[in-house]
């Protein structure tokens, strides 16, 4: 009697046990590490969780109104983005609002007060000669600062700080030298450092130079710098944030920091040398083999590493403090290192009171850019999460509603399969849950109300997958085929169908995630998403679960509440084909 044939088809109908427990392994281990990581919530964004937005206005320097235009205000919103996401925070939304306004989103979250710091934060960066420098409420004299490290190295190195909240007044710095003398050095120094120079840190500014035969101009110029410089009191907030305004690069400037023992430092500086567009990458690390803690590196381009040996070549020629050189972000001091030799290794190095935080914060500022724009903060309001969580309620309840529906739906017409159904949108609800709140800390991927749109839509394509396989099932019934040899022929039709239009739904979540911008992303990111798994859940689980349940006795003798009882699908039973009795064989005898 011959044997039926064994083929690919028969060996996987026989092994549908390790499908299912590959994806059931995988459910726990996703599960498992959201537990380990701790975070079993999946990240909300703005309209969700509330947050902050911040509306910022372009302020053009003087003589330059044109700079506030179509290119430079995109570039700021390119660098924005840049700068907010490159902090962790995700979902959060940069964008033009007329022609000199940026609104900015930063939903409320890891990271998001430092976002809101560094925002509208112009990190032009500036390293200018120092001239003269004295602990701030001190006398008018340019009494040295202590160096902040020990000894010379071939890296600067200094202290760095974020911009803090006004102090009390720090004790003032006995002069070395009489102050007629540290006078007229200063002023020197200032007239020197009068003439033109070719620094490219200028930006096309050119410093204008003092008549010829006369240093009256110069000279007043310099009194007048150290008149005021006399007056400042760097320990006041208001004063801080207004010295230096509307200088120019190409010009000496007054400015306030922080030394290594905590106390306000005031400085006369000299014109610019090099500026952070020479800087061509700037990082965070943490220097553990010399002690040195948490430092900024920086690498400079190669016009960069020029004017940086150049200027540290001259400074290495003078006296203290004229032989230090002052790393000036946004006016503010933020090391003051000193140099013995040029510096020609094209990198350098600041560190002293960094701590992780604030270097990293620093470190991002220098590597995606200064903003082409200076821009003030018109208004920065708090949203709250309540309209959001009242659509998130309304949406919630829609989909609840449209889930149920899908369940009757499955009870009334396909009865006995509907559990298969249910179980595959289990599995897919569980699938996406655990991904979505992985996702959140390892991508910055944000759930907001778009994207639980994406995640209900989801619903039908899954459950379309279902059908498209039951009714390939039910019309290989139809034709008169048992129920075990009806599932395996009806995959392939079914798998093709399904491939197809899981195809298309993710073609249209790419396009429309690489199209658009915004919260529209996270729909398109959630569909896409969804649109996988669907993939996923019915080819290791779908499948391999009706197979199994095609053993069973009651879907296999076709119960009438199965969903597969022949009558009520019209074929003509019984289920299986049987063989007509052979006639008998009429034999000779011998």
Same mark, same amino acid.
């Given at each position: 009697m011959a044997t039926p044939k064994k083929g690919r088809n028969a060996s996987a109908q026989s092994k549908p046990g390790r499908s299912l427990a590959l994806i059931l392994i995988a459910i726990a281990a996703l599960t498992g590490g959201m537990f380990a990581s701790g975070h079993t919530k999946p990240r909300l964004g703005i309209d969700l969780a509330g947050g902050t937005s911040i509306t910022l206005r372009a302020v053009p320097e003087a003589g330059n109104e044109a700079a506030i235009n179509k290119t430079n205000m995109d570039t700021a919103v390119s660098i924005m983005e840049r700068r907010v996401n490159g902090l962790g925070v995700s979902e959060s939304e940069v964008q033009t609002q007329g022609r000199e306004n940026i609104i900015v989103n930063i939903p409320k979250g890891t990271n998001s007060e430092q976002a809101r710091k560094q925002v509208g934060t112009t990190a032009k960066l500036y390293f200018r000669p120092v001239i003269a420098t004295e602990v701030a409420g001190g006398p008018g004299t340019a009494s040295p600062s202590p160096s902040p490290t020990g000894s010379p190295t071939d890296k600067p190195s200094g202290k760095a700080t974020d911009k803090p909240e006004a102090t009390d007044k720090g004790s003032s710095a006995s002069p070395s030298a009489s102050p007629s003398t540290q006078g007229r050095a200063v002023t020197d120094a200032l007239k020197a450092d009068a003439t033109p120079s070719a620094s490219a840190s200028d930006k096309g500014d050119k410093a204008s130079p003092s008549p010829s035969g006369s240093g009256g101009t110069a000279e007043g110029d310099a009194n007048a710098l150290q008149a005021k410089y006399a007056k400042l009191d760097c320990t006041d907030e208001k004063t801080r944030s207004s010295v230096g305004d509307g200088v120019k690069a190409s010009e000496?400037?007054?400015?306030?920091?922080?030394?290594?023992?905590?106390?306000?430092?005031?400085?006369i500086l000299g014109p610019a040398e090099v500026d952070g567009t020479d800087v061509d990458k700037a990082q965070a690390v943490l220097n553990t083999q010399t002690g040195a803690g948490w430092t900024v590196t920086m690498d400079f381009t190669d016009s960069g590493a020029k004017k940086f040996a150049d200027i540290t070549g001259k400074l290495a020629q003078n006296q203290s403090p004229q032989n230090q050189f002052a790393i000036v972000l946004d006016g503010d001091v933020v090391s003051d290192p000193y140099v013995r030799q040029a510096l020609t290794g094209g990198n350098a190095e600041i560190s002293g009171n960094f701590?992780?935080?604030?270097?990293?914060?620093?470190?991002?500022? +220098?590597?995606? $850019? #200064?903003?082409? &724009?200076?821009?003030?903060?018109?208004s920065m309001t708090t949203v709250t999460a309540a309209l959001g969580g009242d659509q998130l309620h309304?949406? +919630?309840?829609? $989909? #609840?509603?449209? &889930?149920?529906l899908v369940v009757i739906y499955l009870l009334a017409y396909y009865r006995g399969l509907s559990f298969i159904a249910i179980l595959s949108l289990l599995v897919s609800a569980a699938l996406t849950y655990t991904l979505m709140s992985l996702l959140g800390p390892a991508i910055g991927f944000a759930l907001n109300l778009p994207a639980v749109c994406g995640a209900i839509v989801a619903i039908g394509i899954t459950a379309d997958s279902f059908i498209v396989y039951f009714e390939r099932v039910r019309d290989e019934i139809r034709?008169?085929?048992?129920?075990?040899?009806?599932?395996?022929?009806?995959?392939?039709?079914?798998?093709?169908?399904?491939?197809?239009?899981?195809?298309?739904?993710?073609?249209a979540a790419a396009v429309l995630f690489i199209v658009t911008v915004g919260k529209v992303q996270g729909f398109a990111f959630t569909l896409g998403l969804t649109t996988l798994l669907d993939v996923v859940v019915v080819f290791l689980f779908t499948k391999p679960l009706l197979t199994l349940m095609a053993r069973r006795p009651f879907f296999a003798n076709g119960h009438k509440w199965s969903g597969l009882d022949p009558k009520s699908l019209g074929a003509q039973p019984p289920l299986r084909r049987t063989r007509r009795p052979s006639a008998p064989v009429e034999t000779k005898e011998a």
């Amino acid at each position: 009697m011959a044997t039926p044939k064994k083929g690919r088809n028969a060996s996987a109908q026989s092994k549908p046990g390790r499908s299912l427990a590959l994806i059931l392994i995988a459910i726990a281990a996703l599960t498992g590490g959201m537990f380990a990581s701790g975070h079993t919530k999946p990240r909300l964004g703005i309209d969700l969780a509330g947050g902050t937005s911040i509306t910022l206005r372009a302020v053009p320097e003087a003589g330059n109104e044109a700079a506030i235009n179509k290119t430079n205000m995109d570039t700021a919103v390119s660098i924005m983005e840049r700068r907010v996401n490159g902090l962790g925070v995700s979902e959060s939304e940069v964008q033009t609002q007329g022609r000199e306004n940026i609104i900015v989103n930063i939903p409320k979250g890891t990271n998001s007060e430092q976002a809101r710091k560094q925002v509208g934060t112009t990190a032009k960066l500036y390293f200018r000669p120092v001239i003269a420098t004295e602990v701030a409420g001190g006398p008018g004299t340019a009494s040295p600062s202590p160096s902040p490290t020990g000894s010379p190295t071939d890296k600067p190195s200094g202290k760095a700080t974020d911009k803090p909240e006004a102090t009390d007044k720090g004790s003032s710095a006995s002069p070395s030298a009489s102050p007629s003398t540290q006078g007229r050095a200063v002023t020197d120094a200032l007239k020197a450092d009068a003439t033109p120079s070719a620094s490219a840190s200028d930006k096309g500014d050119k410093a204008s130079p003092s008549p010829s035969g006369s240093g009256g101009t110069a000279e007043g110029d310099a009194n007048a710098l150290q008149a005021k410089y006399a007056k400042l009191d760097c320990t006041d907030e208001k004063t801080r944030s207004s010295v230096g305004d509307g200088v120019k690069a190409s010009e000496p400037t007054l400015a306030c920091g922080k030394n290594a023992q905590g106390q306000w430092q005031k400085y006369i500086l000299g014109p610019a040398e090099v500026d952070g567009t020479d800087v061509d990458k700037a990082q965070a690390v943490l220097n553990t083999q010399t002690g040195a803690g948490w430092t900024v590196t920086m690498d400079f381009t190669d016009s960069g590493a020029k004017k940086f040996a150049d200027i540290t070549g001259k400074l290495a020629q003078n006296q203290s403090p004229q032989n230090q050189f002052a790393i000036v972000l946004d006016g503010d001091v933020v090391s003051d290192p000193y140099v013995r030799q040029a510096l020609t290794g094209g990198n350098a190095e600041i560190s002293g009171n960094f701590n992780q935080q604030s270097a990293q914060d620093l470190s991002n500022m +220098l590597s995606y $850019g #200064a903003l082409p &724009l200076t821009f003030k903060v018109d208004s920065m309001t708090t949203v709250t999460a309540a309209l959001g969580g009242d659509q998130l309620h309304a949406g +919630l309840i829609a $989909g #609840a509603i449209g &889930l149920a529906l899908v369940v009757i739906y499955l009870l009334a017409y396909y009865r006995g399969l509907s559990f298969i159904a249910i179980l595959s949108l289990l599995v897919s609800a569980a699938l996406t849950y655990t991904l979505m709140s992985l996702l959140g800390p390892a991508i910055g991927f944000a759930l907001n109300l778009p994207a639980v749109c994406g995640a209900i839509v989801a619903i039908g394509i899954t459950a379309d997958s279902f059908i498209v396989y039951f009714e390939r099932v039910r019309d290989e019934i139809r034709e008169g085929r048992s129920l075990r040899p009806a599932v395996e022929r009806a995959w392939p039709r079914a798998r093709r169908t399904i491939l197809v239009s899981d195809f298309v739904s993710f073609l249209a979540a790419a396009v429309l995630f690489i199209v658009t911008v915004g919260k529209v992303q996270g729909f398109a990111f959630t569909l896409g998403l969804t649109t996988l798994l669907d993939v996923v859940v019915v080819f290791l689980f779908t499948k391999p679960l009706l197979t199994l349940m095609a053993r069973r006795p009651f879907f296999a003798n076709g119960h009438k509440w199965s969903g597969l009882d022949p009558k009520s699908l019209g074929a003509q039973p019984p289920l299986r084909r049987t063989r007509r009795p052979s006639a008998p064989v009429e034999t000779k005898e011998a």
